[in-house]
C-alpha cells in the first residue's frame, strides 16, 4: 500500500537528503544553478520523453557531465507520487527519497546508469 505524505513533508525529506550529498559536491551543484523540483506525478511532456509510473526522478541536462554546456535549467525532478507509490512506511520513503536524490546527483555529475549499478547509487 502506498505510503503518502504531504507534499511539504516530502518537500523536507527531500532537503534532508540533499543535506546528505558530500558539501564540496553540494556546492558544485549551487555553483551551477542546478534547480531540484518536485512535482506530484510526471507532466505531458515529461510522458511525451518515457517518463511513466516507474521513474522515480529524472536529471534534465547534459547526459556528459556536469562540465558540458547545457541550456540551463538543469534540473533534478523527483516524482512524489511514483516514489510514494513504491513505499510502504515512512522509513521506506525517507530511504527511498535519499536513493532517489543520490542517484540523479550521480546523473548530474556525468555517471551513466552503467557506472551507478556498479555503486550503491542504484534504486
Known sequence: ??????????????AAALDRVPAPLRERMDADNLL???QPGAT?????????EHVLGFYE????????AYTYPKRIVLLQGNIE????SYDELVE????????EVAHYFGLSHADIDQTRLRH
Open 1 to 14: 500500500m502506498p505510503y503518502h505524505v504531504s507534499s511539504e513533508e516530502f518537500e523536507h525529506i527531500a
Open 36 to 38: 531540484i523540483t518536485i
Open 44 to 52: 505531458v511532456h515529461d510522458r511525451a520523453n518515457d517518463i511513466d
Open 61 to 68: 541536462g547534459s547526459e556528459d557531465s556536469v562540465f558540458s
Open 85 to 88: 507509490h513504491w513505499c510502504a
Open 96 to 103: 527511498q527519497v535519499h536513493d532517489t536524490v543520490l542517484h
